[in-house]
């Protein structure tokens, strides 16, 4: 066999492999293709919520940052066996390190006040609350001072300061006045804190009730996941109630034996007066919750067995809130503040800062919580029934009605 035909011989043969090959991958490849195509595909969004993406991302950020330190640290013991100069200043990059989180952290604090600081609240709605932001404002002032200054100081000294062959440290163990100064200062500046605090929330729950300027009495009942909002009758008081006499058709268990809880009214809104004093009486059902109404600035807590009370005197009204705040759809909200249990978010309700005379108006239309049912458990005489309203009903009507309606609740 010459030459010649053994290379193309052979050259005939390995096109031919090459040809098999080719055609077995391109078949690997079509099934491939179809088993993906024919695959459920996967969502994304499902894959970023999981814990498991983020855990795997950190692990391999972890990992790419071990083989860049390792292959720093074999750079570096290359450069030493070599007999060659170190490679790398460590306290150089430490230190500039350093300086630059330094910036960072400052341009995170600016970042914070001009971003998240238009997220606040706006000024308080009430009387105490101006007191309150007073004291927040004060403390936050103070803190983002320290703040800055002991960083600028911490970070500073860190970059100025770094080793250096060429110089050597002093030796400074100990300074009495820096020691009484960082001591000193901090007291004083914390005793005048926790005074004003002290002071502002004995003036907010120590007040002096006034005769002529008597609160509005409000009781709100929680339970989960509702409020319950009882307002008192024409004598301005709330009646008593009794867990024992909860009943599925007495579901606070208030006691109409006492006749101040005769003709007390419910609402499914918190309907309250500007300007006017408001006495909060809260309890609950079942668990403790929390009474929140930020725009207020009251928080507290509502306990199973116990009442308890705050007092605060509304000044802006929703409209002017809305009004103040460029929304047409602003309302105030209270909510439950305490995590009690799967409904807690459904704990909320509207409030609503309203004239004097617009709140006379809606009292008026709120319907008693003492009905005919209630009447016959307790062996009160039942209300006879409501004639239609005529269009022409005089005022004399109007007050008989309102007569007989009292000598009910007697």
């Known amino acids: 066999m010459s030459l010649r035909k053994f290379i193309t011989n052979k050259t005939t043969a390995a096109l031919a492999v090459l040809i098999t090959v080719f055609a077995n991958t391109s078949a690997f490849a079509q099934e491939a293709a179809a088993g993906a195509a024919a695959a459920p595909k996967v969502d994304m969004d499902e894959v970023y919520k999981s814990v498991i993406f983020y855990i795997l991302i950190f692990l391999a950020v972890c990992l790419f940052i071990a083989i860049i330190g390792k292959s720093i640290k074999v750079y570096e013991l290359s450069r030493e066996a070599q007999g060659k100069p170190v490679g790398i200043n460590w306290n150089r990059v430490h230190a500039s390190l350093f300086a630059l989180f330094l910036v960072l952290g400052l341009y995170g604090v600016y970042w914070e006040y001009t971003v998240h600081g238009n997220m606040l609240l706006p000024a308080a709605a009430s009387e105490h609350g101006k007191k309150i932001d007073e004291m927040f404002n004060l403390t936050l002032i103070i803190t983002t001072i320290v703040f800055i200054v002991t960083h600028i100081l911490l970070f500073g000294f860190s970059y100025i300061y770094k ?109 309250i007066p500007v300007g006017k004093p408001v006495k909060l009486i809260l309890t609950s059902k079942d668990v403790i919750h929390s009474f929140y109404m930020p725009h207020f600035r009251i928080q507290l807590n509502t306990v199973p067995g116990m009442k308890t009370f705050f007092e605060f005197t509304p000044t802006k009204t929703t409209a002017e809130m809305q009004q103040e705040t460029n929304d047409p759809n602003f309302k105030y909200l209270f909510y439950c503040a305490k995590i009690c249990g799967s409904g807690h978010y459904n704990m909320q309700k509207v409030v609503r800062v309203v004239s004097d005379a617009e709140y006379k108006t809606w009292i008026a239309e709120q319907k008693t919580y003492l009905n005919n049912d209630l009447r016959k458990q307790f062996n009160l005489p039942v209300a006879p029934a409501a004639p239609e309203a005529a269009s022409d009903t005089t005022a004399t009507d109007s007050a008989a009605v309102n007569t007989n309606q009292m000598a009910l609740n007697k």
Do not use: C
């Open 163 to 271: 080793y250096s062959a060429k110089r050597k440290a002093y030796y400074y163990p100990h300074n009495n006045t820096i020691e009484k100064i960082w001591t000193i200062v901090p007291a004083l500046v914390l005793t005048v804190l926790v005074l004003m605090g002290f002071l502002t929330w004995r003036s907010i729950f120590f007040k002096t009730e006034d005769p002529n300027n008597k609160p509005l009495q409000i009781e709100i009942t929680s339970e989960q996941f509702k409020w319950s909002i009882r307002y008192p009758g024409a004598d301005g008081v709330v009646g008593t109630k009794n867990y024992k006499l909860t009943t599925a058709t007495n579901q606070l268990g208030i006691d109409f034996k006492d006749i101040n809880s005769r003709d007390d009214e419910m609402a499914d809104e918190l309907v």
